[in-house]
């Protein structure tokens, strides 16, 4: 069993930042952060190995949000930039099990997920 806790976003005005942070107990695991706007399916944003060794990310958020890890802490972060309305949603972050180092983007392949934070972004 795999716990997740989550913590930061919240709401900012168009054109801000926020951090989202995801820590996990265990080992080191590949993470990814999806999220899910009202209405909407739950969409993939970003991923990270269980290594740091490979990033990848949704188009929409390309060049503008950063996945890290810090391996000492087991916490990845989620660095959010020049935010827009269309950011605004609940972000969840998953781990996978596999310890897979090539990009997971489907939601399918994620064994364990945290409890959600509210983004909002004021135009």
């Known amino acids: 069993q795999v716990q997740l806790v989550q913590s930061g976003g919240g709401l900012v005005q168009a054109g801000g930042s926020l951090r989202l942070s995801c820590a996990a107990s265990?080992?080191?695991?590949?993470v990814g952060w999806f999220r899910q706007a009202p209405g909407k399916e739950r969409e993939f944003v970003s991923f990270i190995s269980w290594n740091g060794g490979t990033t990848h990310y949704a188009d929409s958020v390309k060049g503008r949000f950063t996945i890290s890890r810090d391996n000492a802490k087991n916490t990845v972060l989620l660095e959010m930039n020049s935010l827009k309305p269309e950011d605004t949603a609940v972000y969840y972050c998953?781990?996978?099990?596999?310890?897979?180092?090539?990009?997971?983007?489907?939601?399918?392949?994620?064994?364990?997920w945290g409890q959600g934070t509210q983004v909002t972004v004021s135009s």
């Open positions: 265990g080992r080191a695991y590949g």
């Open positions: 998953a781990v996978d099990l596999a310890l897979t180092i090539l990009p997971q983007s489907s939601a399918e392949n994620y064994d364990y």
